[in-house]
Every structure is written in C-alpha cells, then in structure tokens.
C-alpha cells in the first residue's frame, strides 16, 4: 500500500497550484537529503510499512453547537511548588518556525520528537511552501501543525486539496490564522470565514485559533473578542499572541473564562532571541512584512532592545502560579522561536534541567 496517496487535482489558483502529490514536493524540497526513503512512510514509535492511521476520532464539527469537549486533554500541574509548574510545561512546548530554505535541517539537527512545530504562512512564501514544510517534518516523525492563512486561500476546492495533503502525510492539526495579506485571495476574508468551511468529515483532531492579549495591530479589539467567541465553535485549543507582559497575558486569560470560553490556551511567548539577528531574518520572511510586523508592535522590539532585555525564563516565571491553576485551562507554551532554534532549545533544556534539580520534578 502506498503511504502517499494522490491528492486531488491541482487547483487552478494562479501561482499558486498545488501538486498532485506529495511526491512531486520530496523532488523539489531544498531538504529532501533529510527525508529518510523516497516512498516511506511518516516514522512511529512501532516501525511498520503501513501508512499512518487513519481511523483516529475526528473534532466535533457544528455551526451551532459549543464544544463540550475538546481533542485536548490539559496535562495536570502539581500545585507543590512553581518550579514543578513550569517544568511541566517546559517539557513538551510548541515551537512556531518560519519556513525558510534551511530550517528543515536546523529543526532535525537541535529539536527533540517531543516538541510540536508549527509552520507558518506568508504571503511572500504562499501556503505550499507551509504545507510543505510541515509535512516533511511529519515524515521526519514530529507533530507537525500548518498555519492555515485564510487569505491565502482562494476557495473550498483549494481549501480540500489542502486538507487532502496534510492527511495523506499523517498530519491530524491545522492552526488557523486571518494571515497578514492586505486582500483576500477568495472567499475567505478572515479565520472565521475558513473555520465555517472545513467539511465536516476533515478528519481533524486538532485546530488552532488565535488570542490576543495586546492589542491587535490592525484589528479593533472589539472585533477580536468577538472573533474568539465566534471561533470557539470550530476549535480546540487557543494560541495567545505573543507578549512581553506577563501581567497583562495573566489578565487576558482570566477575562477568556469569565467570557465562558473554555477552550485550552497555549500561552504565547518568545524564545531566545538575539535583536540583530531578528533584524537579519527580516530579509528571509521578507522586508515588507517585517516591516509592517514590526509597525504594528512598535514596543516589543524597544523591550528587547532596553537594558536587561527580555529573558524567556524570566517571562513565563512571572506568569505563575496563576497559569498553574487547573480553572485557568493552560495546555501549554507556544514558543516564537523566529527560527532562533538551537538558542531557544539550549535555553529550554538547561532550564528544565535546573528546575526538576532544584524541585526534584
């Protein structure tokens, strides 16, 4: 049986038609030396030559009805000491990556199995470039999440062939984002508008939206409330957007669940990340974008730049033991690494280590 099932027909969306299969993408990756057997399927714990299961339980889908439950099950926080709270969200966090040419190596060489990585979209590298990505860290046996930007997609046809891909791959998780382009491509002007259109046999597990502590940069914070409290039908677990203010993400998640929306929340936050080389990286994800990015959080650059810095252990210190506590529904961190993997990394394993030292965790 052949783990890499065609995909539908290649959409007619210009410049942006998707292969017929994700063959085709292991012949032109940057990175194909790093996917083990041209045929082979996604590696698992138990090596088998069949293809990923396919039988798992998908989420529950309707327009109208709230989750009752959700395809996350919030890991527990021992209460006997902050030190014990933050390892056990240290141990298995999401890492968010653009997808740029090396990335791929950099990710298998630095990162353990245990942690997530999500890819994200822009409308410099178009959506294939995502998907691409983040199937051949599923082949690489990480969970791997595509961010799924609502602009960028021109239509439901486009939007199944997607879905199609990142099944045939073993990927179960989609993060789903309105997307920084200035139009719509299609018929999907925002996240909402997308989440509306996933079939209801797509045969997800996990699907990701957006929180916004802050301010959104181009978003009047009214909208973004009702955003969340629209999304929450089709999803099952929250990322924040990345602050630098434990204060002020700890307030947000308090506000969520007096709204009544109960889904999980990954907090966001940055990784190690050196300014100068942020700066660097704005000529791989684009100038443009960076730029308009770096507009909207005018702040968080000036953090970075001021005497002491930001300091990854220091922020999410900070956040407990309020993001311990079992009614505030933490699943986890989400990490911006800004593709600053081995620092980001290195910080992650020596905290964790002094941490279940020091607490005996």
Known sequence: MACWPSAAPCS???????????????????????????????????????????????????????????????????????????AAFLRAPRYEIFPTDD??????????????????????????????????????????????????????????????????????????????????????????????????????????VTGYPERHPFIHDDVTIQAMWDKRRYATYIVSNMSFDPDTVKGWVERVRRRGVELPIYVGMAGVADPARLLRLSTKIGVAESARFLRGHPSWLARMFRPGGYEPGRFVSALLPDIAQPDRRIAGLHVFTFNEIEPTERWRREMLLRLTQGEGA
């Not at 410049?15 to 993408?25: G, L, N, V």
């Not at 339980?57 to 395809?71: E, G, I």
């Not at 993060?175 to 299609?186: L, Q």
Request: with cysteine; aromatic share 4%; glycine share 10%.
């Open 103 to 208: 990335i791929l190596a950099v990710v298998a060489q630095y990162v353990p199995k245990e942690v997530t990585i999500t890819v994200t979209a822009s409308p410099r590298r178009g959506l294939p470039a995502t998907v691409h990505l983040a199937v051949n860290l599923a082949r690489l046996g990480y969970t791997a999440i595509p961010h799924l930007s609502a602009r960028l997609i021109r239509d439901r046809v486009e939007l199944g062939q997607i879905l199609e891909a990142v099944r045939a791959a073993g990927i179960h998780g989609i993060f789903v984002v309105a997307g920084d382009a200035r139009e719509s491509a299609g018929e999907f002007p925002d996240a909402l508008s997308l989440l509306a259109a996933l079939p209801p046999d797509h045969g997800l597990t996990e699907i990701g």
């Open 12 to 86: 007619t969306t210009t410049a942006r038609a998707w292969p017929a299969c994700t063959a085709s993408w292991r012949a032109t990756s940057p990175s194909t030396a790093l996917i083990p057997g041209a045929g082979g399927c996604r590696p698992t714990a138990t090596p088998s030559s069949s293809c990923p299961t396919r039988g798992r339980d998908s989420v529950a889908h309707s327009a109208t009805v709230a989750y009752s439950a959700t395809a996350h099950v919030v890991r527990p926080v021992g209460t006997r000491g902050v030190g014990r709270g933050l």
